[in-house]
C-alpha cells in the first residue's frame, strides 16, 4: 500500500522527481489561475451587481487588463516549462541513452492481450525472430533456430524481471496493434506501434514487485493485459535468470 503514496505513485526511478516536479508544478500554477479567476469573477459579481434603485454601472474598470495578465501569466509559463524544462528534459530522456554493455538491455514485444519479454541471454546477442516461426506456447517470438544467437535466449510472457542501481534498456514493440508499456512508478511509459521497435531507459532505485499495465484501449481483453515486474538485486537478478531455459534447446527445436 505504501507504493501508491499520497499524490503520485512512490517513485522508484533516479528521473522520477524530474517528472514528479513538473508535474506538481503545473497543477500549483493550475491552482493558483483557479483561484485568482475565481476571486476576479465573485468580486465582479458582487461589485456590478444590480442594487434597488440603481442602474448598474459597468464603468471604472479597463476591460482589457485581466485578459491580458491572464495570457502573459500563461505565456511566460509555458516558455518557461517548455525551454526551461520539457525540452531539456526529453533530450536528455531520448537521446542520452547509457552504454549498452553497462546495461540490462530487454526486448519487449506486446500482443493482444499479453507482454512477450525477450532476454539475449549468455552471449548478449538478441538472436533472429522470423514471424512465421511464431508458436503460440513454445516460440511466441518466432525465434530463428538456425541463428546461433538465439538458441541461449530467454523469453518469458508477462514476467519483467531486472536488477536495481542498473540502466535498463527496453526496445518495445508489437506484434498487432497499439499499446501502452507503462510502469507507473518507475515513470515510464511508451506507445508499442506495430512495425517499430523504440527504445526507452530508465534507473530503478529500489527493489519491489509491481505490475506492468497497458495504458492503451486494445480490445476486449485490455483489462487483462497486465504482467510481472521486479526488481531484485544484482545476485537474485542472476539466479533467476539463470534458471531459466533457454526458448530453444540446445539443437535448436522448442522447448516444450
Known amino acids: 500500500m505504501d507504493d501508491y503514496g499520497l499524490w503520485l505513485p512512490k517513485s522508484a526511478s533516479t528521473f522520477a522527481h524530474e517528472i514528479d516536479s513538473a508535474i506538481n508544478l503545473v497543477h500549483i500554477l493550475m491552482l493558483i489561475m483557479f483561484v485568482v479567476w475565481g476571486v476576479f469573477f465573485i468580486y465582479f459579481l458582487a461589485k456590478f451587481r444590480e442594487k434597488s434603485g440603481q442602474r448598474v454601472s459597468y464603468k471604472g474598470f479597463p476591460k482589457v487588463i485581466v485578459p491580458v495578465s491572464m495570457i502573459a501569466f500563461v505565456t511566460v509559463f509555458d516558455i518557461y516549462m517548455l525551454f526551461g524544462h520539457d525540452i531539456p528534459f526529453w533530450h536528455k530522456l531520448k537521446t542520452d541513452f547509457p552504454l ?25 546477442v538478441f538472436g533472429k525472430t522470423d514471424p512465421y516461426l511464431i508458436d503460440e506456447q513454445a516460440n511466441p517470438l518466432g525465434l ?113
Open 100 to 124: 549498452a554493455d553497462k546495461s540490462t538491455v530487454v526486448r519487449i514485444v506486446a500482443q493482444q492481450f499479453a507482454w512477450n519479454i525477450h532476454y539475449p541471454g549468455e552471449d548478449g
Open 144 to 256: 530463428d533456430s538456425t541463428d546461433s544467437y538465439a538458441r541461449d535466449d530467454i523469453t518469458t510472457l508477462g514476467q519483467l524481471h531486472i536488477p536495481v542501481n542498473k540502466p535498463v534498456i527496453i526496445h518495445l514493440t508489437t506484434r498487432d496493434v497499439i499499446h501502452s508499456f507503462s510502469l507507473p512508478t518507475m515513470r515510464v511509459k511508451q506507445d508499442a506501434i506495430p512495425g517499430m521497435s523504440i527504445p526507452l531507459w530508465f534507473v530503478p532505485n529500489r527493489t519491489g514487485d509491481w505490475q506492468i499495465a497497458c495504458a492503451q484501449l486494445c480490445g476486449n481483453s485490455h483489462f487483462n493485459m497486465k504482467g510481472i515486474f521486479k526488481v531484485q538485486t544484482e545476485d537474485e537478478f542472476n539466479s533467476w535468470l539463470a534458471e531459466r531455459e533457454p526458448t530453444l534447446g540446445e539443437e535448436g527445436e522448442e522447448v516444450w
